[in-house]
């Protein structure tokens, strides 16, 4: 029986699960007629954020408008409306800067924007880009209890342990295990060894988005420990010295997990999908002796 690929879409409504205080937060600005920027790695659930805090505001108009698609759309901004821009990392910054400035003179009430590294990087410690000033949301990895609810009380927990609270390969191992043709068949190990067509790629993406510097020396020695570290310890064994830096930019990815655990702020390489693919990764780049 042929088992279908897994095609992720944005989940709204009672299919989004979690991040619930952050829905609120985003709607409450918006309808204030702030401007903001949610921040995250790929596939880590920013259209789903936005569109859910917009469905709290059915009495305005939003216009989405995937900017990576076409960076060079004309918008027709109505004055008074939110405009949503999606997937600026695609676009080039000269456009994106363009498009901007474009969208702002038209008076609209709000503008969101969805992005990852460039996007951070563009808006810089003002957050501002063209002239407008962007409140910043970054993402992050689900927590425990938000991917508990997402598996099922059926399922198995190690499935968190191989997606680390990732939702999108957390749904995508799902995917497969619901698509088995018999019990013997809706294992994890079955889901896993299934859907590597389609994880395998994208861990690569996520491999390669820190491939160098104090970004992969950290997540390295996460995967190292194996359990969640203190950032001051993990600043103290690594040498990095902006170790909130880094910590933010590998959270926001979705690589790693940082959160308090009993009563301690604790960062975590937890994605098993991840991990092998870059300890499998040095290995192969040492030579041998």
Not at 70 to 79: E, N, Q, R, W
Not at 266 to 281: K, Q
């Amino acid at each position: 029986m042929f088992n279908p690929p897994f095609t992720p879409c944005p989940a709204t409504g009672d299919a989004f699960i979690g991040r619930q205080g952050l829905v609120r937060n985003l709607r409450r600005r918006i309808a204030r007629g702030e401007s903001l920027a949610v921040i995250g790695g790929p596939k880590l659930g920013k259209t789903s954020l936005v569109r859910t805090a917009l469905q709290g505001l059915r009495d305005r108009t939003v216009i989405e408008v995937d900017v990576g698609a076409d960076p060079a759309s004309c918008i027709d901004v109505v004055p008074g409306s939110i405009v949503v821009l999606e997937n600026r990392d695609r676009v080039a910054d000269s456009a994106i800067e363009s498009l901007l400035a474009r969208v702002s003179a038209a008076q609209p009430a709000s503008i969101v924007v969805t992005g990852g590294r460039r996007l951070r990087t563009m808006l810089g410690h003002s957050g501002t880009l063209a002239d407008v000033s962007f409140r910043v949301f970054p993402l992050s990895v689900l927590l425990d209890g938000e991917t508990r609810r997402l598996i099922g009380r059926d399922r198995s927990a190690a499935l968190a342990a191989w997606s680390g609270n990732h939702p999108y390969l957390t749904k995508l191992l799902l995917h497969y295990m619901d698509g088995g043709r018999d019990q013997n068949h809706r294992t994890l190990e079955h889901a896993v060894a299934t859907g590597r067509c389609q994880w395998e790629p994208f861990v690569q993406r996520l491999a390669a988005d820190c491939s160098e510097g104090p970004e992969r020396r950290l997540l390295c020695y996460l995967i190292e420990r194996g359990k969640p570290v203190n950032p001051i310890l993990a600043q103290s064994d690594t040498g990095i010295r902006d170790m909130k830096a880094v910590a933010d930019t590998l959270a926001s990815l979705g690589v790693i997990s940082r959160w308090i655990r009993n009563e301690e702020a604790t960062l975590f390489a937890g994605c098993r999908l991840l991990n092998d693919f870059i300890t499998a990764e040095v290995k192969n780049s040492c030579p041998p002796l």
